[in-house]
């Protein structure tokens, strides 16, 4: 554990909650951070937690290592004005707003012709908030290894975390990982509206659906062998598993899945437009 790191969170929602419960006491004491957020009932749950907190920015952001800006992103860029005058040379600057650029957000917390470049940009999702998500991470030129090393570190501490080199490879991030628990949601769903079809009672569906989502994703991270090598080792020809397979073929799930994942790149690439502005 870090003493002397101390992290300030400006925005205290479930993201940052989530990154708060896995870092207090683990990468840093829970006196170590500090939380800026204009809802009464955050602070005080943030000091039940050990943290200090604040309802607007002030001056204990001066003395913070790394600033997590955690904020809605049509928020962002007033968020920015009204911090950015404790900002210190080598502040790092993490960013977990979705729809910002890096570049945008640099611009905007620097001067003209300077933009801050001790920045990382961050696309976690939701399963963070039990310790389980997965973070896609971009930094910019001027962030050293010992920056991109603490933001891994922060951001491992509810998951893996995966580097890609810039903005146009999180709008990908975006689309498979950021988006991608509700695509999971939508086939859970799915899997207990058919088993309920075929005879099955609610609860037997649902548990049934949700053991054998986590079985068969801890079987693949776990197994040496691809996915679709795990497939065709459930499927025998002429089974069961080959006639549901068949229907999916049909339907052309793989083609939907990748049109569902463009689709959701480009909206990420509009937002970043709209948002940049």
Known sequence: MNHDLSIAFIGGGNMATALASGLAGKTCPAGNLHVVDPNADVQNAWRQRGATAAGAPDEALRACKVWLYAVKPQQLRDVV????????????????????????????????????????????????????????????????DAGRSLAESLLASVGQVVWVADDAALDAVTALSGSGPAYVFLFLESLIAGGVAVGLSPDQAHQLALGTL??????????????????ERVTSKGGTTAAALQVFEQADLRGIVRQALEAAAQRSRELADEFGK
Not at 96 to 109: M, Q
Not at 214 to 231: F, I, N, Y
């Open 214 to 231: 986590a079985g068969a994703t801890k079987l693949a991270e776990q197994a040496t062998d691809s996915p679709s090598v795990l497939r």
């Open 81 to 144: 004005a009204a911090t950015r005058q404790w900002l210190q040379p080598d502040t790092l600057i993490i960013s977990v707003a979705a729809g910002i650029r890096a570049d945008t957000l640099a611009e905007w917390l620097g001067e003209p012709g300077r933009p801050w470049q001790n920045l990382v940009r961050c696309m976690p999702n939701t399963p963070a908030l039990v310790g389980a998500g997965v973070s896609g991470l971009a930094a910019l030129p001027g962030v050293d």
